[in-house]
């Protein structure tokens, strides 16, 4: 049977299933394959607006490769945004565009004009991703019934920082009348809690997914509780005061449906108040059937929290502040309580500088090992992240795909030796390219979940 004797529909379920480089070598095997190929390898396509540094970052604050990755992807982005504005067919299969608006520099405006041509050629666009800074597309481009709308602060850019709040306030407007123009179809929304005020309660009683940045004020938070009873993923970012304790203990039960749940807090814990404020949280998480969770709260009483993991049995994705661990039964308690069937696992604690011998990480390297679908793991500080230290704990670890120690990542590469053996090595991967990856490929959904919001520096 030749490839162009198989039916289209069914062509189409084998390339889903492909990873993504294999997706990609389907355009160039034949036209049948092609024209089948292309509304899936182009469904979701990004565009860069430019580097970080850019942005006002200092030379140290970003590997030279990165910038250049960044550059590399600017002018990829200007020939796509060309090619689509040359061709409305192929804009009609573009489903989801992400947009890194990294710098407002001397290409914005030019890359600006050819996303807003670009854009009224997507007819079939769904989601929208805007990253970074700046917005000054006119709203009315975007009424499109998007079921997906998210502007959020991401790799580095904090929009929580005051030298940024009126890049914040700038958008807000349009945040507030794109969502106007989509209320009946929206479904999945990342923005500002300060635009919480547009969102009507019977748009909240739709979503199944919400993520909130910059929550200093918590006033129209409540609305999530009483009116989102559909929502499945809830993200609380960037949490300024006090303030979200009295929220989870008011509403412990409430959100029923919920399956990923994401709190991360700035400011440190009232030391008074520390062991009430971590069961608040406590009690929100526990008896929930929760498939992810991300708790990172400084000043958290850890065993509060770890006492509830080993009942999340469905867990694949965990992000973890463990920061208040530091004597040996603590370690093997927070190793006994991590869920053995994670696949991304985010750990942060108060060691640095130890070797892989030291007794203090023996627990949790036992646990690593015998977790069989752990595939991307990022370990915040315990060990010097080097490629020996790296390749040995991938020795260890069946299946893991990508390391972070600190702030620096790491490919995992396993090939077959002469013998039949397996030689594990890795490569550097810069966190760019690694946030692109999960962006850019379904089979990361874990990873992606876990990195977002995370810029490395947690």
Not at 64 to 76: D, F, N, P, S
Not at 142 to 157: A, E, Y
Not at 181 to 195: D, Q
Not at 373 to 393: C, D, G, K, Y
Request: proline residues 6%; aromatic residues 6%.
């Amino acid at each position: 049977m030749s490839l162009t004797s198989i039916p289209d529909e069914l062509l189409r379920e084998v390339l889903l299933y492909l990873p993504r480089p294999s997706q990609n070598a389907c355009l160039l095997t034949c036209k049948a394959v092609h024209a089948v190929a292309v509304p899936i390898v182009f469904r979701m396509i990004s565009i860069s607006f430019g580097s970080l540094q850019e942005h006002g970052f200092e030379p140290d604050d970003v590997l030279v490769i990165e910038k250049t990755l960044w550059e590399t992807q600017k002018a990829r982005s200007i020939e796509i945004l060309d090619y689509i504005c040359r061709n409305p067919g192929f804009a009609r299969v573009i489903q989801r565009l992400l947009v890194y608006a990294y710098a407002q520099n001397d290409d914005a405006p030019k890359i600006l004009g050819r996303l807003v041509t670009a854009v009224a050629s997507m007819t079939h666009l769904q989601a929208v991703l805007w990253a970074g800074v700046g917005w000054n597309m006119d709203p009315l481009q975007w009424r499109l019934r998007l079921t997906s709308f998210s502007v959020k602060s991401q790799m580095g850019i904090d929009y929580a920082t005051v030298e940024n709040a009126e890049e914040t306030t700038a958008i807000i407007p349009y945040i507030e009348k794109i969502i106007g123009h989509n209320t009946e179809t929206l479904r999945r929304v990342a923005i500002p809690c300060v635009t919480m005020g547009s969102i009507p309660p019977n748009v909240f009683g739709r979503l199944t997914h919400l993520a909130i940045w910059n929550c200093k004020d918590l006033h129209h938070v409540d609305q999530i509780f009483l009116h989102a009873h559909s929502l499945v993923s809830l993200a609380l970012v960037e949490v300024i005061g006090p303030e979200i304790f009295h929220v989870l203990r008011a509403h412990a039960t409430a959100l029923p449906n919920l399956a990923q749940f994401k709190l991360m807090i700035l400011e440190q814990m009232d030391p008074d108040e520390e062991e009430t404020d971590t069961l608040a949280i406590r009690d929100f998480i526990q008896n929930r059937e929760l498939d992810r969770l991300d708790i990172d709260a400084p000043g958290s009483i850890s065993e509060l929290i770890l006492d509830v993991l080993p009942k999340c049995e469905r867990l694949s994705a965990l992000g973890l502040d463990a920061r208040g661990v530091s004597s040996d039964d603590d370690v093997k308690m927070l190793a006994d309580s991590i869920p053995p069937n994670l696949v991304a696992l985010h750990i942060q604690h108060p060691w640095e500088g130890l070797s892989l011998d030291s007794y203090e990480l023996q627990p949790l390297l036992t646990k690593y090992a015998e977790m069989p679908r752990l595939r991307f793991l990022h370990w915040q500080n315990p060990v010097p992240s080097s490629r020996i230290i790296v390749e040995a704990l991938a020795e260890d670890i069946p299946m893991l795909d990508y390391m972070g120690l600190g702030t620096t990542f790491w490919r995992i590469i396993r090939e077959v030796g002469p013998d039949g053996e397996t030689i594990v090595g890795a490569e550097r991967i810069q966190q760019a390219k690694l946030m692109l990856d999960v962006w850019n490929d379904d089979e990361l959904v874990d990873e992606r979940w876990l990195l977002e919001w995370h810029d490395g520096e947690t």
